[in-house]
């Protein structure tokens, strides 16, 4: 008899017809796929390697249509040649209170606030999401990396669109940066 007290406690979890079950050191994921085509995203993160060599591999993204950030002074797509370069992780980045830390993009721009051939544009591993420094320097968050033990465990996309980068400079406040 195949009563429900007969049946096994040991059940596999199995992802029903256009479902997509993952399964993680925290745990499962069941997701359906998205309506319409999907695309390659140019802000794709991938988690590389583990402990103290983790890092971060993109695709490549792009501000104000043709400026491409660099990771440790290379394009993130990669030098001619090359893999695309690795983001480093560190430890000392984690937000211990949610276990997360962050990949931003860092934009120094001109003199006039704008975006130009000599301007910064760069991915860097963060505690905090964006924001502000100094007035100089603007930052949105590109990717959000979770931690376990220290480790990288998780990434989570954070943008999934090219960028226009805009600073507002006012008479009353602070200088204001702007990824739109």
């Given at each position: 008899?195949?009563?429900?007290?007969?049946?096994?406690q040991?059940?596999?979890?199995?992802?029903g017809?256009?479902?997509?079950?993952?399964?993680t050191?925290?745990?499962?994921?069941?997701?359906?796929?998205?309506a319409g085509?999907?695309?390659?995203?140019?802000?794709?993160?991938?988690?590389?390697?583990s402990?103290?060599?983790?890092?971060l591999?993109?695709?490549?993204?792009v501000?104000?249509?043709?400026?491409?950030?660099?990771?440790?002074?290379?394009?993130?797509?990669?030098?001619t040649?090359?893999?695309?370069?690795?983001?480093?992780?560190?430890?000392?980045?984690?937000?211990?209170?949610?276990?997360?830390?962050?990949a931003?993009?860092?934009?120094?721009?001109?003199?006039?606030?704008?975006?130009?051939e000599?301007?910064?544009?760069?991915?860097?591993?963060?505690?905090?999401?964006?924001?502000?420094?100094g007035?100089?320097?603007?930052r949105?968050?590109?990717?959000?990396?979770?931690?376990?033990?220290?480790?990288?465990?998780?990434?989570?996309?954070?943008?999934?669109?090219?960028l226009?980068?805009?600073?507002?400079?006012?008479?009353?406040?602070?200088?204001?940066?702007?990824?739109?």
């Amino acid at each position: 008899m195949n009563s429900p007290q007969h049946q096994s406690q040991n059940v596999r979890l199995q992802p029903g017809k256009g479902t997509l079950l993952t399964s993680t050191l925290n745990g499962f994921s069941i997701s359906d796929p998205r309506a319409g085509v999907s695309f390659n995203h140019p802000w794709r993160p991938v988690l590389v390697g583990s402990g103290t060599g983790a890092g971060l591999r993109f695709a490549r993204g792009v501000v104000d249509g043709k400026y491409e950030p660099r990771i440790n002074g290379k394009l993130m797509s990669g030098e001619t040649g090359e893999l695309p370069p690795i983001l480093t992780l560190s430890a000392g980045e984690i937000n211990q209170a949610t276990n997360e830390s962050w990949a931003v993009l860092q934009v120094t721009p001109n003199a006039k606030g704008q975006i130009d051939e000599k301007s910064k544009v760069e991915i860097i591993h963060a505690a905090a999401p964006g924001g502000s420094i100094g007035g100089t320097i603007g930052r949105t968050a590109v990717a959000c990396i979770v931690w376990k033990n220290k480790k990288p465990v998780m990434v989570w996309p954070v943008l999934f669109f090219n960028l226009r980068y805009v600073q507002k400079t006012s008479t009353t406040g602070p200088v204001q940066h702007f990824f739109l």
